[in-house]
């Protein structure tokens, strides 16, 4: 025999199952049940059956109800004690097994005791299956629907959400959504099972439903409730927008990690000690970039004798991040002490020291503190956005077989020149490859209604990754702008509107002031100063008469831009500047003879 409170209140034997009629005994059940094996007082009970209407005869009657649960019992084969009177109140006396509640939080307590999510997430779905409907259906209580059912339903909510959490780090989202679909739409305001919602569509390949989606909770929350959506709903859709790979993608794209990290169940993490940094994100919906995909790949994995390096530059924004995590994804299985990644600027663009680094390698890796980082004899470091080569060769793995893959604006060519390795740099992508990479953000559907207009959005884009990306956000963001429309709109201003306005890091002028102000301010001057002239002035002479220096001093200046890829050497001592950069300069210096002028760098 068996009480149920999880749903409509019940008591069930096997398959038969009788539900108590709605009445002031099942209400004094209910109040016991809901805090089993405690002392429940006399004057909470009477509260929870007569409410603020209680009768002078309330204790008599009160009695009157226990004695009819007590003679009522026997007909389910229980005794008339288990309802026990004790100093004060009444207690229930439950034996393991006869309560759906008690046997729902001692599910619970296993599961966070649990170190296997495949285990953990068994025994969570195992607890919810006892939910049977609706709670107290027939239990006429006000002071019980209002006080004790959302407790209730916060550990269900808790519950569903520790679980969905779980099938996300495994990567199964298809399952996660049968059930997301469900609570989103029964409790809209919270926002963690948006998030959970909105990712799932992601992951499984539904972009425009996932910004649809976030779109829809935040209308909610404004016109509902006044407020914007939370941190964790912003940062996500900025993910989306970007395009990032945020998490594993077992169904359809290979196995999810059998251990995933996952926060500690049923604990605000914030209250803990705060996760250590997040690896680097790839981008989903990668394309584009075989030949030079495949060029890093053999590099990486052909020569084992010593450790490997190879150096990845170009531009900012032209997909050094992205190509350098998608190439260490393909070439994972030659490296099975496993794939580590860093940043190696803050988002302030400053450089980290790389003691903090390497502190933040083991700590990923779990190696000892006292060993070099990465020196796994076969372990893959991605470094990225490097700054020097002082800052990456305390890095370097010490034995053979390891390698490093570092992105950086540079050339990194004195760390070549002392330990080896191969450089590679990388130039702006096809036509083809920009209008493929269109139609993966967009949708073929909508790449293939206007092919022209996507063509001519990608030359706008001067084919520049970063700002294909931004573009196809927002054309994601407002799905009734032709592609058309976009292209003559950003041909206004083909600079400053490659920007997002609700997220400053995506913003190509953003991203080429950064770089410039990294640079020695006389490199940065005649940046400006050489784009902003006219594209035949682009030669050593020119330069000099330019700048008013010495042939020498312009050919070393010339150099250094090259090196910082923001110019691109060109034959018998020419040098071409990108449009998207020579815009840029123009823009940032005031030439009027180019396109509207933007406010001057400071």
């Known amino acids: 025999m068996r009480f149920q409170i999880l749903g409509p209140l019940r008591i069930a034997d096997g398959s038969e199952v009788v539900v108590f009629p709605p009445s002031k005994p099942t209400v004094l059940l209910a109040a016991l049940l809901l805090r089993p094996g405690t002392v429940v007082s006399v004057g909470f009970l009477r509260r929870a059956i007569w409410g603020d209407e209680e009768p002078s005869s309330a204790k008599a009657a009160l009695h009157a109800c226990v004695l009819r649960l007590r003679k009522t019992f026997p007909k389910y084969g229980l005794s008339d004690a288990v309802i026990e009177s004790v100093p004060g109140g009444y207690r ?144 996500l859709e900025l993910s989306i927008l970007r395009g990032d790979d945020i998490g594993p993608r077992r169904e359809g794209g290979g196995p999810a990690p059998a251990a995933p ?49 190879v150096v990845l530059s170009g531009a900012p924004g032209i997909g050094k991040t992205a190509l350098a995590l998608h190439t260490a994804r393909q070439v994972g299985h030659a490296f099975p002490d496993g794939l580590l990644t860093a940043r190696m600027t803050r988002d302030d663009g400053t450089p980290r020291a790389p003691a903090e680094v390497a502190a933040e390698l083991r700590h990923h890796a779990g190696d000892d503190p006292r060993a070099a980082p990465g020196a796994g004899p076969r372990r893959l470091l991605v470094l990225d956005d490097a700054t020097g080569a002082d ?56 790449a293939e209604a206007e092919p022209e207009a996507v063509h001519r959005l990608a030359a706008a884009c001067g084919h520049f990754p970063f700002a294909l990306r931004i573009m196809a956000a927002r054309l994601l963001t407002r799905p009734r702008l032709s592609v058309a429309d976009c292209v003559a709109w950003l041909r206004e201003d083909p600079v400053a509107r490659l920007s997002l306005p609700d997220d400053p890091r995506l913003s190509v002028p953003r991203a080429f002031t950064d770089a410039l102000d990294r640079l020695d301010p006389r490199l940065a001057d005649a940046f400006l100063r050489v784009g902003a002239s006219p ?35 060109g034959p018998a001592g020419r040098y071409h500047m990108h449009e998207l950069l020579r815009n840029f300069a123009r823009r940032a210096t005031g030439y009027q003879a180019g ?7 400071h």
């Open 261 to 309: 990290v996952l926060a500690p169940p049923y604990a605000d993490t914030a209250a803990g000690r705060p996760p250590a940094p997040s690896p680097l994100a790839a981008v989903s919906c990668f394309t584009g970039r075989a030949a030079d995909g495949d060029a890093i790949a053999r590099r990486l994995t052909a020569d084992r004798s010593g450790p490997t390096i």
């Open 391 to 446: 800052q990456v060769r305390p890095l370097l793995p010490a034995g053979a077989g390891g390698a490093v893959l570092v992105t950086s604006r540079l050339g990194l060519a004195g760390l070549l020149a002392a330990h080896g390795g191969w450089a590679h740099r990388l130039g702006t992508l096809t036509e083809e490859e920009s209008f493929r990479l269109l139609a993966a953000v967009l949708g073929d559907g909508r």
């Open 92 to 235: 229930i006396a439950v034996e393991p097994g006869s309560l759906d509640l008690a046997d729902f939080r001692e599910l619970r307590a296993r599961a966070q005791a649990e170190r296997d999510p495949e285990a953990e997430l068994c025994l969570l779905k195992e607890a919810l299956s006892l939910w049977q409907g609706p709670l107290l259906t027939n239990v006429p209580s006000d002071l019980l629907r209002r006080d004790e059912m959302p407790r209730l339903v916060e550990e269900r909510l808790r519950t569903v959400e520790r679980a969905c959490d779980i099938e996300l780090a495994l990567g199964r989202c298809g399952q996660a959504l049968v059930e997301l679909w469900t609570v989103v739409r029964a409790h809209p305001g919270h926002e963690r099972f948006r998030e959970q919602l909105i990712e799932a569509l992601y992951r499984t390949g539904r972009q425009a439903d996932a910004l649809a989606e976030y779109r829809e909770v935040k209308r909610y929350l404004q016109e509902e409730l006044g407020v914007d959506p939370g941190p964790a709903l912003r940062r």
């Open 595 to 601: 396109p509207p002028a933007l406010t001057t760098r």
């Open 535 to 569: 594209p035949e002035r682009l030669s050593v002479t020119g330069t000099a008469g330019l700048l008013g220096v010495v042939p020498s001093l312009a050919e070393e200046l010339l150099e250094r831009l090259v090196d910082v890829s923001l110019l691109e050497e």
